[in-house]
């Protein structure tokens, strides 16, 4: 078994063995990046191809002053982030909605964790993009408005909203 530099090494020489098993260690989880960004198996697979195409033409670039996974998963976000753009994914909510201040409040302890990605998958898009940035990989509200271009209020609004949103449907369920 090669070790992750040995990997990285191999893969900025274009040896093909070595890409291959840089994706085959990483794919299955930076798909389940995407998928709980995109919320469909096509568009996550979408996801996961440019990705490895951005690693791969990039790859130069990881200066591994942090982790390369942790490398790696920024630049999935980014590229799901950037699909969803491309897609005319509208983030921002009404100056209206940005205002409304929802409570905070946590799952029920006995939810599957299978059955809450479940539940974020099928919240829209835009709700899942910030709920999946803020809780998921732990951006800032300042970060998140950054990266998709968006106020803090709509970021922290949409976060706020999401989790009502998944409070209600976790109720649904166990009724």
């Given at each position: 078994?090669?070790?992750?530099?040995?990997?990285?090494?191999?893969?900025?020489?274009?040896?093909?063995?070595?890409?291959?098993?840089?994706?085959?260690?990483?794919?299955?989880?930076?798909?389940?990046?995407?998928?709980?960004?995109?919320?469909?198996?096509?568009?996550?697979?979408?996801?996961?191809?440019d990705g490895f195409v951005?690693?791969?033409?990039?790859?130069?670039?990881?200066?591994?002053?942090?982790?390369?996974?942790?490398?790696?998963?920024?630049?999935?976000?980014?590229?799901?982030?950037?699909?969803?753009?491309?897609?005319?994914?509208?983030?921002?909510?009404?100056?209206?909605?940005?205002?409304?201040?929802?409570?905070?409040?946590?799952?029920?302890?006995?939810?599957?964790?299978?059955?809450?990605?479940?539940?974020?998958?099928?919240?829209?898009?835009?709700?899942?993009?910030?709920?999946?940035?803020?809780?998921?990989?732990?951006?800032?509200?300042?970060?998140?408005?950054?990266?998709?271009?968006?106020?803090?209020?709509?970021?922290?609004?949409?976060?706020?909203?999401?989790?009502?949103?998944?409070?209600?449907?976790?109720?649904?369920?166990?009724?």
């Open positions: 078994m090669s070790s992750e530099s040995d990997i990285l090494t191999g893969c900025l020489a274009n040896d093909r063995k070595s890409q291959k098993l840089l994706y085959d260690t990483y794919a299955p989880r930076m798909y389940a990046v995407c998928l709980r960004y995109m919320g469909n198996a096509d568009d996550a697979q979408d996801v996961l191809q951005k690693i791969f033409r990039n790859l130069g670039k990881f200066r591994s002053e942090g982790s390369f996974e942790g490398w790696l998963r920024r630049i999935f976000v980014n590229t799901a982030i950037e699909q969803l753009r491309r897609k005319k994914l509208n983030l921002s909510l009404s100056e209206k909605e940005e205002q409304v201040e929802y409570p905070a409040a946590s799952a029920p302890d006995r939810l599957q964790e299978k059955d809450l990605l479940e539940l974020v998958r099928k919240l829209s898009p835009g709700y899942r993009t910030i709920f999946n940035l803020y809780v998921v990989e732990g951006f800032g509200h300042k970060e998140i408005a950054d990266m998709l271009h968006i106020s803090e209020g709509t970021s922290k609004s949409q976060l706020a909203r999401a989790r009502m949103i998944l409070q209600d449907k976790i109720r649904q369920q166990k009724t």
